[in-house]
């Protein structure tokens, strides 16, 4: 038998009102944009480090970012761009430094992304994201 086989059904049977229920319950394509676009920001391991910086952190400005990752300035501001983009970071200028923080949005969904991490490995950043989801 092979692999394919075992994963899927060997019989057509659908269980109409349960899979209309569920059909119908279902967001419009239109809706989940957003958040595919959102998902697909934090599907590069870069992003998704200096993401989780930002949770431990608060705010950072794009050379601490750098340095936290260990990545070069210019890639670092290049995908905080990105995350900008997307939605999940914000940015500030104080004087001639812009700060990064992450949005509401960009907390909860680092933290969903990390959670195994943040509940063995990483406790502070976990600590902070819980914080910063009661303030708003």
Do not use: F
């Amino acid at each position: 038998m092979t692999e394919e086989r075992r994963d899927t059904c060997d019989l057509l049977c659908l269980d109409l009102p349960h899979a209309e229920e569920i059909r119908t319950g279902l967001p419009e394509l239109s809706a989940v944009e957003s958040a595919a676009a959102a998902a697909r920001a934090l599907g590069d391991p870069t992003r998704l480090r200096i993401a989780a910086a930002l949770l431990a952190g608060g705010e950072l400005c794009v050379c601490d970012a750098s340095w936290v990752v260990g990545a070069a300035q210019n890639l670092t501001s290049h995908h905080l761009r990105q995350l900008k983009i997307a939605g999940l970071v914000s940015a500030r200028r104080d004087g001639k430094l812009v700060m990064y923080a992450l949005s509401g949005r960009g907390r909860a969904l680092v933290a969903a992304v990390l959670s195994e991490q943040t509940d063995e490995a990483l406790p502070v950043v976990a600590g902070v994201a819980d914080s910063r989801a009661l303030e708003g």
